[in-house]
């Protein structure tokens, strides 16, 4: 492997409490995208708290995952329609194993799966917490 094909970790990018997804090894399971069918929120849950700690807020582009640790950006493809937004993980759920992500109905208008309710989408993380395991 070339020395230009390594990715330079600046002295404060290693101290950083985010990993890229591209420079990580130790997280291989998180880093991999995902696929399966997607949901979102009701809006029912709006104000109420998340696994975070926070509250939901149905206008933010929060999701929840099982697998993925809190505090993760992930980029979520609809794979119906080629429709993309970018999601923080802050919840866990779904509560139907069927179902690998809830989204916001924020997130869902712009995945364009509100009227179906659910959609198959793949999941890339971006920027995973350094520690995190969720």
Known sequence: MSVLATP???KEARHSPVVRAQQS???SQHLRPQRGRA???S???HGRRMANGQRFNRHSNAAASRTLPLGTRARV?????GRTA????????????SRVLDVSPQ??????IREQGTAMVEITPLEVPRGGRG
Request: proline share 3%; net charge positive; no cysteine.
């Open 25 to 27: 090894q130790g997280h």
């Open 86 to 97: 970018v999601v923080v993980i802050q919840d866990r759920g779904p509560r139907l194993r």
């Open 107 to 112: 997130v869902a208008t712009r995945l364009g």
């Open 8 to 10: 330079a970790i600046t």
């Open 77 to 81: 493809k609809n794979l119906e329609n």
């Open 43 to 45: 809006t029912r849950f």
């Open 39 to 41: 949901s979102f929120y």
